[in-house]
């Protein structure tokens, strides 16, 4: 791996990496990859998010769907754990809390194939500090 | 094919709203997307709670992000007819702004988005913790080159302190400060250590964020590093948090192999690096003296302040303690300037605070509130209110050595001043909340418990004296409390505050004063009347038949585990209270409401 020497390294890499995730999050572009965080800390993995992590890789694999599947922290709705975030091509991530196999199914075949939300939806209810 | 579904209705489904008739507002939405023949081209879902209540029902339009409140069944029909049909936003329903009256069509400008605003936790659920790349992606170690390339270290220490950024741990401390003065001690080496032994009962905070944005962490210890004049950082941390350590030795792997850590980092000559320290989950090592002697091998007990780790720490040598939010909220002052974060919170509190609710509350999670939030609106506007409908009685703050705030501090901007006059503290976060089903005495007899199991033993107010604090609680509890105890409680309670040696035991005893000065008609109760409102000290209740509605079913009789019930068939049962234990089996298997507790 490359070191970083210098802060202008640090920026050319920064904009290098930006590009990428933004190609993964916003493209326009609707054969893109859908993406999905599973929000992967202490509280959520022990209300059973790896499984519903390996289950979403396998059957989006399975069925054929483009996705990148990521696991992140904690997105602080303990209460509705395990808790998904899903992004597709172009649009505004939705949270899904309380997600199991069920759960997932369903987000895969409404949310993802087609579009169409499904109950179990988290509101975002704060403010980012991003410009 | 059905045609595909291009609007949604998002209807809140949260406990608030749903009290006020949001059941039957989906439904009349339902009835009337089916009447105007739309039930293929939109569609209506619940969702979680919105964190707006005092303004529900809600209901939310997607994808144009409209925001009605305050929606009722009636209003159905005229949302699906204009909204929904014609793309006419149905004004009347739309928030209007308190301050100018105008309506907001578009939820992204509601002002009511302000009461959570992430800063420590701005990357938490966010990347990919195992990536240092995505933490790259948003500004990663931008803050260590500006420091490292830009700054001098007395530059770096003078925006830590204008940005007015205090000790999140709960003590409260100005950063800057602390920073400064360890920048002044003279020594061939110093140490940056993280506090990452988080211990109260309830709380998160900490293990979220370094499970959730390690690098966050490391990145703020090395600017630490570089301000007051050490090359290495060394995490305390506890070996119950076995994913945050996971996560957090990834991290340093990977920023040492981009040079990020390490000998020369940017070629600034500068050498920073940082190793993990596992504690054994004792309390009292989340006290700095402690810790650094846990860290250096020896038992994990305080020393007397004077000298501060700053002056004599980690092996002898000057060490600057933080804790895990602290730190978290250090890269992002660099970024965005002192001025920026001065601007989030109070006078004297500056910038946000994550707490862990916890309780009897709907929304139990992690939040991070501006500095001056009140209490009610994260207990009833961001945590949804108390479970199951019940009654608000108390919120815990500050952990085993904070208080019990009562409905009357429930506007009380949260700061660590006004925390401290209304008698808990800030503490490091854990916020856990009460209804009516607890037991005042009881939760002080609970904080007293820990702290009793986790005093270390070397200074005799705290050993012995929540010891026998603990016993009064438990006579109070038993129903052989008198008035002269309540005196007792509150007397020894003051001499361990003033005679023990560490935190720990100086605040100890303040769950009980708290309790005992926001209820004390309820310590009254116990000790007079002998009675427990909440039902939870078991020895002052007593389950008795109600001879009215007895039926002699036997029901009781044949399920009690210890054979106290007497009776015969069709006859009015009796329960000897000399036997009974008080299980509640004959109270929960009776059909004729013929058990009552008194």
């Not at chain 2, 149905?90 to 309506?103: A, G, I, M, T, W």
Request: charged content about 25%.
């Amino acid at each position: 791996m490359t070191k970083i020497k210098s802060l202008a390294d640090l920026r050319k890499k920064k904009e290098e990496m930006e590009q990428k995730l933004k190609l993964r999050e916003t493209s326009m572009n609707p054969e893109s990859y859908v993406q999905i965080k599973v929000g992967m800390a202490t509280s959520g993995i022990a209300s059973g998010a790896r499984e519903v992590m390996d289950y979403l890789m396998e059957e989006l694999e399975k069925r054929g769907v483009d996705a990148v599947v990521t696991q992140t922290g904690d997105m602080g709705y303990c209460f509705a754990e395990p808790t998904i975030e899903v992004t597709r091509p172009g649009e505004e991530p939705i949270v899904f809390g309380y997600v199991d196999k069920k759960k997932a199914d369903e987000i895969i075949e409404k949310y993802i194939k087609n579009g169409e939300l499904v109950e179990g939806i988290i509101p975002v209810n704060y403010e980012s500090i991003d410009d | 094919m059905a045609k595909q579904i291009k609007m949604h209705l998002l209807v809140c489904g949260g406990t608030g709203c749903r009290a006020s008739e949001s059941e039957s507002l989906q439904a009349a939405l339902d009835r009337e997307l089916k009447a105007n023949g739309l039930e293929n081209e939109a569609k209506v879902v619940t969702t979680g709670c919105f964190g707006f209540c005092e303004k529900g029902p809600i209901v939310k339009v997607h994808p144009d992000n409209t925001f009605y409140v305050e929606v009722k069944p009636g209003d159905a029909s005229e949302i699906i007819k204009e909204h929904v049909l014609k793309g006419r936003k149905v004004e009347r329903l739309l928030y209007s702004d308190p301050q100018n009256k105008e309506h907001i069509p578009d939820s992204k400008h509601m002002g009511f988005y302000r009461k959570q605003i992430r800063i420590a936790l701005r990357n938490c659920g966010f990347i990919d913790p195992e990536n240092i790349d995505e933490y790259l992606a948003r500004d990663g170690y931008q803050a260590l080159g500006k420091v490292l390339s830009e700054m001098t270290p007395e530059q770096t220490i003078q925006e830590i302190k204008l940005s007015g950024l205090r000790g999140r741990g709960g003590g409260g401390f100005p950063t800057g400060l602390k920073w400064e003065i360890t920048r002044k001690s003279v020594a061939d080496q110093k140490y940056v250590v993280c506090n990452a032994d988080e211990g109260d009962p309830g709380a998160f905070m900490d293990r979220s964020i370094l499970e959730g944005d390690p690098h966050a962490v490391l990145e703020a210890m090395a600017i630490c590093g570089y301000a007051i004049g050490a090359t290495k950082g060394l995490i305390y941390i506890r070996a119950e948090y076995p994913l945050a350590i996971h996560r957090l030795k990834i991290a340093i792997d990977q920023a040492r192999n981009y040079g990020l850590l390490g000998s020369s980092i940017f070629e600034s000559g500068f050498d920073f690096d940082v190793e993990l320290r596992y504690g054994a989950g004792a309390f009292v090592c989340g006290e700095e003296t402690a810790l650094i002697h846990s860290m250096e091998g020896h038992r994990g007990e305080p020393t007397f302040k004077p000298p501060f780790p700053s002056v004599e720490g980690y092996l002898g040598k000057p060490t600057n303690v933080n804790n895990v939010e602290t730190f978290a909220n250090v890269p992002i002052i660099i970024n965005k300037g002192a001025k920026w974060f001065a601007s989030i919170g109070t006078e004297k509190s500056k910038g946000t605070k994550v707490f862990a609710l916890a309780g009897k509350i709907n929304n139990v999670g992690l939040i991070e509130v501006p500095m001056g939030t009140t209490l009610r609106d994260v207990i009833f506007e961001i945590g949804g209110g108390i479970k199951d409908g019940k009654k608000f009685k108390a919120v815990q703050t500050g952990g085993p050595s904070g208080g019990c705030l009562t409905e009357k501090h429930l506007d009380t901007p949260i700061e660590y001043d006004t925390l401290i006059e209304a008698g808990s503290m800030m503490g490091s976060g854990g916020m856990i909340v009460m209804d009516e089903d607890d037991c005042m005495v009881s939760v002080a007899k609970f904080y007293l418990d820990f702290t009793v199991e986790e005093s270390c033993g070397k200074c005799s107010p705290c050993r012995i004296g929540n010891k026998r604090l603990y016993e009064m609680l438990e006579t109070i509890t038993k129903g052989e409390g008198t008035m002269e105890t309540l005196d007792k409680l509150r007397n020894l309670s003051h001499v361990i505050k003033d005679t023990s040696l560490c935190g720990l035991g100086q605040t100890a005893p303040n769950p009980v004063l708290s309790t005992l000065d926001n209820f004390r008609e309820e310590f009254i109760e116990h000790v007079v009347d002998k009675k427990c409102r909440a039902g939870v000290c078991k020895s002052l209740m007593r389950y008795v038949v109600v001879p009215e509605n007895c039926v002699g079913c036997t029901a009781c009789a044949r399920n009690c585990p210890v054979n106290c019930i007497k009776g015969e068939r069709k006859q009015v049962h009796e329960i000897d209270q000399t036997a009974c234990i008080k299980c509640g089996a004959c109270y929960e298997k009776c059909k004729f409401n013929a058990i009552e507790i008194v």
